[in-house]
């Protein structure tokens, strides 16, 4: 990819052109970006070279019906169109059956059926393989075509986890804690996992055939409130290399891999670098984003959340001067780049949106 030749700034793109839903439904400014919010997000991710310090109302979520997992989850938006509530949930690729919870707004695998095995030795026995050749991928291309076709950079994530959540979804959670430090299952989970990662690369071929799409967005939460789930050296023993598989698969097609982890992971943080993801966007507060910035900012980009304010109570000047101070430490630095965190979407307003946005222009400049 060719790196874009730096735009100097000019004043007009502060004109807001838009106002973006984010997350928790923070209504996030887009403002008139020198280029599109596609490339920009290109220029950041895949040369290291951002334009303006991203916010994610550059990304768009594409979750084709097609892949039975979003709809098990509930997560479908073919054509535009959202699912019901009451046609959310059902089986996912491989047969596990979910139940769509709405006061949660996700859903959970069913109680009332026992996981496929708890044993990972069985695991041949009881799972079924999806036949995803057999997937409408024509037909689903051909309906979202005209949909596919905005500015923004477009990930399509994998739910359900490519290696804890997965084996969590297969054994229960308790069962695959355990698999992952049983010296007798060892053998076993690698053999499933290597399986696992060899069918994600065919999905992934299948979906950069059908759709004009940018990215993979791939679910695996690590860690509780408190700690991750496993040790460091589990999850570089256990889960890392089939990670970097699709990683590396994933880039050799000019994508973008990106990590979705909930939980306290700033332990693991060593294990996403080396299973080759470019950016991981913390749970904030249990994660010290900053810290994170700091110390591997140049080797994976963090979703970092600047300090909050209260905007009732301090004045413009001060809100400013916040902006600017963020911009200085995190956008200073060259080689190291990051985005803002999601969590972070509801300050994203007026006068602190506006600074951060013209400052992160200018740093970049330098």
Known sequence: ????????FNQDELTVTAISTAFRNANVPVFNYPVSM??????LTLNRNPIWLETGVETFNFYP?????????GFV???GMRISDDEKGGKDMFGVDWVYVPSAGGSMENPDIPPLFTDANDWEKFIQWPDIDSWDWEGSSRSNKEYLQNDQFKYIPLLNGFGFERLISFMGFEAAAIALIDEDQEDAIKALLERTSDLYCRIIDRCCEAYNIDGFLIHDDWGSQRAPFFSVDVGREMIVPYMKKVTDHIHELGKVAELHSCGCNEKQIENFIAAGWDMW????????????FDEYGDRIIIGVSPDPFDPETESESE???KARNFVDHFCG??????????????YLQGAYAEELYKDSRLAYLK
């Open 1 to 8: 990819m060719i790196i874009i030749t730096r735009i100097p």
């Open 281 to 292: 966007s913390p749970m904030d507060k249990i994660n010290d984003t900053q810290k994170l």
């Open 38 to 43: 596609r490339e920009g997000w290109k220029e």
């Open 77 to 79: 938006n073919d054509q």
């Open 65 to 73: 019906d097609i892949i039975p997992d979003n709809r098990a989850r």
């Open 319 to 321: 809100i400013r001067e």
């Open 333 to 346: 630095t060259p080689g190291k780049v990051c985005i803002i965190n999601r969590y972070f979407a509801p």
